[in-house]
């Protein structure tokens, strides 16, 4: 079973940056592509960004376009979200999941293609 781990949240006032990292099982990222997903107080789960195993392409809503960089380590296993110019709105819990997909549809991702969801880590954005 794919395992996953976020880590990386944290407390940051508007403009500052956070890099969230998703550890993976062995080879995970050779066979899933990996998504991010946010949940803030009251609303529901949203894709924010994927990166497809099949060749690295990423993939952003347009919300974090411009200001969201997602990449991958792929010896590491790991997937790292890199936000900058951070938001109130960017607050939220932040979790990473394997897609049961070589390229990611976009980042409008239907939760029955997730096989495995990290546990999440905690985003703030507050003066």
């Known amino acids: 079973q794919v395992q996953l781990v976020e880590s990386g949240g944290g407390l940051v006032q508007p403009g500052g940056s956070l890099n969230l990292s998703c550890e993976a099982s062995?080879?995970?990222?050779?066979?899933?592509?990996i998504a991010w997903f946010r949940q803030a107080p009251g609303k529901e789960r949203e894709g924010v960004s994927c990166?497809?195993?099949?060749?690295?392409?990423?993939h952003y809503a347009d919300s974090v376009k411009g200001r969201f960089a997602i990449s991958r380590d792929i010896a590491r296993s790991t997937v790292y979200l890199q936000m900058n110019n951070l938001k109130p709105e960017d607050t939220g819990v932040y979790y990473c999941?394997?897609?049961?997909?070589?390229?990611?549809?976009?980042?409008?991702?239907?939760?029955?293609?997730?096989?495995?969801w990290g546990q999440g880590t905690q985003v703030n954005v507050s003066s």
């Open positions: 999941a394997a897609v049961f997909l070589d390229t990611c549809p976009g980042t409008k991702i239907a939760t029955a293609l997730v096989g495995s």
């Open positions: 062995e080879f995970t990222l050779n066979y899933y592509s």
């Open positions: 990166i497809s195993s099949s060749d690295g392409s990423p």
